[in-house]
């Protein structure tokens, strides 16, 4: 019996989509899959609080994996990531993700010393991460520990000396804690585990190429009103668009999180009275960024600070409260009328 023409049309669809999942799939195994060559041995150090998206970093430079972002993909599925430990481990090049995996996650090679484990979600402050580090489970330090041991750690020589009176304790600090999952042996000094999340900070800077209209610490602030912004991800970089177009307009960027951050302590909404805070981290009193970020920033915010979406947008507002939605517009009549129709859904 001869097929319709639709069922000729659905076969050929199967078929293409087969033949794109095999491809998919051989050129994953390509750069996860184990080298059939037997490669050169390498020495791989994995030091304390390295987060497992740092250790594709290293195992890519050693030449045991071809691809970090491969690594760091797979690691996040599979659980084998979750017992990888600082040691000195014996490898080859070319072993590819699955075996290096395997090889870490082993018992051989590793430090067993006792560790703690924590995860600092994106857009905590520097005391908020401070009392995350202090209240993981088998953490040894006291909040007031880690606030000694903060004021010991020096700062990335591209972060601005001088910051004037600062709305929140250690605000020179604001930004440079990254946040990500690291593990850390508890014999650890409180200093050299803070070392290592701003180390952390200066690894993703690095990465990033900076525009020409901001510095590196520009870059990092921004993607801190970034983070504290957008709640969908996919919205990062048209907000950092708006934000670019009003720097060059020049426009006040008028960012809520700013003047929630210059009153200094959690408010659950922005009242007229406070825009009238007289601080420098008030984006609606004064002109271009702030002196400092406002909280940690996440890799995909500072990927967006630096690499906005090319559109004119100049505003954007809340439209959907549940889901954190924006919608953008390019002149204040559209906007004024986006926050109307956003009120009439919340009456």
Same mark, same amino acid.
């Given at each position: ?18 033949? *794109? ?16 060559? /037997?490669? &050169? ?11 497992? +998206?740092?250790?594709?970093?290293? *195992? ?13 993909? %797979? !690691?996040?599925?599979?659980?084998? %990531? ?25 018992? &051989?090679?590793?430090? *067993?010393?006792?560790?703690?484990? $924590? ?8 005391? /908020?991460?401070? &009392?995350?580090?202090?209240? !993981? ?6 909040? +007031? ?25 250690? !605000? ?29 900070? &200066? ?10 209209? *901001?510095?590196?610490?520009? $870059? ?7 983070? #504290? ?16 177009? #009003? ?37 609606? #009193? ?46 204040? /009549? ?6 109307? /129709? ?6």
């Amino acid at each position: 019996m001869a097929l319709s023409k639709s069922s000729k049309s659905f076969l050929l669809a199967m078929v293409a989509l087969g033949v *794109l999942v095999a491809g998919g799939i051989v050129a994953l195994a390509a750069v996860t899959g184990d080298n059939s060559d /037997e490669g &050169e041995p390498v020495t791989v150090v994995i030091p304390e609080g390295l987060a497992a +998206s740092g250790v594709g970093d290293i *195992l890519a430079d050693q030449g045991v994996i071809r691809s970090a972002l491969a690594f760091r993909i %797979a !690691a996040r599925f599979d659980e084998r %990531a979750q017992r990888i430990r600082t040691g000195t481990y014996r490898m080859r090049t070319g072993m590819g993700t699955d075996a290096a995996l395997e090889e870490l996650a082993s018992a &051989e090679g590793q430090d *067993l010393a006792p560790s703690f484990r $924590v995860t600092i979600p994106e857009g905590r402050t520097v005391i /908020e991460t401070l &009392e995350l580090l202090a209240e !993981a489970d088998g953490s040894p330090f006291t909040r +007031s520990e880690l606030e000694a041991a903060l004021n010991g750690v020096p700062l990335p020589e591209w972060v601005p000396a001088g910051i004037p009176d600062p709305p929140r304790e250690f !605000a020179a600090y604001e930004g440079l804690l990254f946040p990500d999952t690291y593990e850390f042996r508890a014999d650890m000094e409180a200093q050299d585990v803070l070392d290592r999340l701003v180390e952390r900070t &200066e690894q993703v800077m690095d990465a990033i190429d900076v525009p020409d209209n *901001l510095t590196r610490h520009e $870059v990092l602030v921004m993607a801190s009103l970034i983070e #504290r912004e957008a709640r969908v991800v996919d919205e990062q970089r048209r907000i950092s668009a708006v934000m670019h177009n #009003r720097l060059a307009e020049p426009m006040r960027l008028q960012v809520d999180a700013t003047v929630i951050y210059a009153i200094g302590e959690h408010v659950d909404r922005v009242l007229n009275e406070h825009l009238q805070i007289d601080s420098p981290w008030n984006t609606y #009193r004064y002109d271009g960024l702030p002196p400092t970020p406002i909280s940690g920033a996440g890799r995909g915010a500072i990927e967006a600070a630096a690499d906005p979406v090319d559109e004119d947008y100049l505003y954007y507002v809340v439209i959907d409260p549940e889901t954190g939605e924006h919608g953008f517009s390019r002149t204040l /009549e559209e906007h004024n009328q986006k926050v109307q /129709e956003a009120r009439q859904r919340r009456e």
